[in-house]
C-alpha cells in the first residue's frame, strides 16, 4: 500500500490517516496566522477581540488552598481514557460502555450498511472522549486562573479561543469516521480478491451465510482483525490530539510554578 508522505510538524493523527491512504493533505504552518483566520467569522473575531481588550483588566483572585497538581491529574485522566477505548475492543472486558460490535455476513456482502456499526461505534467514542476533555479542560482552566495574573489571562484566552474554535474542531473530527470507511472497504475489498484468487465463490467465503465462522475474519491475520487495530489506533491518536490544549495549560502552569518557586 502507497504511503503517503508526512512534515515532520504534523500531528499523530495527520500522519496516522496518512499512513492508512486515506488521507492525502500535507499540512504546512506556513501563514498560519491567515489559515486561522479563515476558520474564524465575523462574530466570533468580535468575541476574540472582545476577550483580548479584558485581558488586562482580568480580575484574579488567587487560590486559598495550593494548586493541586494538574500534571498528576492529567495523566491519571489520560490513563483512564487509553483504558477505556482499550476495553470497548476488549471482547474480555466486563461490561464495556460501547461494545465493539460483531460481524455478520452483511459486514462482508452488505456494501452500504457493511460499515454502519462501526461508524456509529467511533462516533459514540468520539463523543466520549469529547465529554470527558471537556470537563478536564474546565477543571485544568480553573486551577491555572488561580496560581497568577499571567496564568488568569492564558486561562481566560484560552476560554474564548476554545469557545470560537469548539464547532469547527467538532466538524474536522466528525470527517475521521467517512475516512475510516474508505479504509474499511479496502481492506475488504482486498479480502475477496483474494478469496476470488483461490477460486472461492462470495457465497463461500468464511461467514456468509455462516455468522459463527465470522470470527475468522477478527483473527490477528483477518481482515477485520487488522481493521480493528487500526481503528484502535485511530481513536489513540485523536486522543493525543484532543488533549493537547490541556497540557498546554499544564505546561504553563508548570513552567509558571517553577519560575516562581
Not at 484566552?157 to 474508505?182: C, E, F, N
Not at 483474494?194 to 491475520?221: C, H, I, K, N, Y
Request: aromatic residues 8%; proline residues 6%; hydrophobic residues 40%.
Amino acid at each position: 500500500m502507497a504511503q503517503a508522505s508526512a512534515t515532520p510538524q504534523s500531528s499523530r493523527l495527520v500522519r496516522y490517516l496518512q499512513d492508512l491512504a486515506v488521507a492525502d493533505a500535507e499540512l504546512s504552518h506556513k501563514n498560519f496566522t491567515d489559515k486561522l483566520g479563515r476558520l474564524i467569522d465575523l462574530t466570533d473575531s468580535i468575541y476574540l477581540a472582545d476577550a483580548l481588550r479584558g485581558l488586562p483588566r482580568l480580575a484574579f483572585t488567587p487560590a486559598t488552598t495550593p494548586v493541586a497538581s494538574c500534571r498528576e491529574e492529567f495523566l491519571q485522566a489520560r490513563q483512564a481514557m487509553v483504558e477505556f477505548i482499550a476495553g470497548c475492543f476488549n471482547p474480555a472486558s466486563s461490561a464495556p460502555p460501547f461494545s465493539l460490535p460483531k460481524p455478520d455476513p452483511d459486514t462482508l456482502l452488505d456494501d452500504s450498511g457493511g460499515f454502519a456499526p462501526y461508524q456509529k461505534f467511533y462516533a459514540l467514542l468520539q463523543s466520549e472522549m469529547d465529554f470527558r476533555i471537556i470537563k478536564l479542560r474546565r477543571r485544568v482552566r480553573q486551577a491555572v486562573a488561580a496560581y497568577s495574573q499571567p496564568l488568569a489571562q492564558l486561562a481566560a484566552l484560552d476560554t474564548a479561543l476554545g469557545d470560537t474554535l469548539a464547532a469547527h474542531g467538532r466538524k474536522s473530527l466528525a470527517a475521521i469516521p467517512r475516512l475510516l470507511g474508505q479504509r474499511f472497504l479496502y481492506l475488504r475489498q482486498r479480502h475477496l480478491d483474494a478469496q476470488m484468487e483461490l477460486g472461492l465463490e462470495v457465497e463461500d467465503t468464511p461467514g456468509a451465510g455462516a455468522p459463527d465462522q465470522t470470527s475468522r475474519w477478527t483473527q490477528q491475520d483477518g481482515w477485520l482483525g487488522q481493521f480493528f487495530r487500526e481503528m484502535q489506533g485511530l481513536l489513540l491518536a485523536e486522543l493525543e490530539l484532543r488533549l493537547q490544549p490541556v497540557l498546554g495549560l499544564v505546561e504553563a502552569l508548570d513552567s509558571e510554578i517553577e519560575r516562581t518557586q
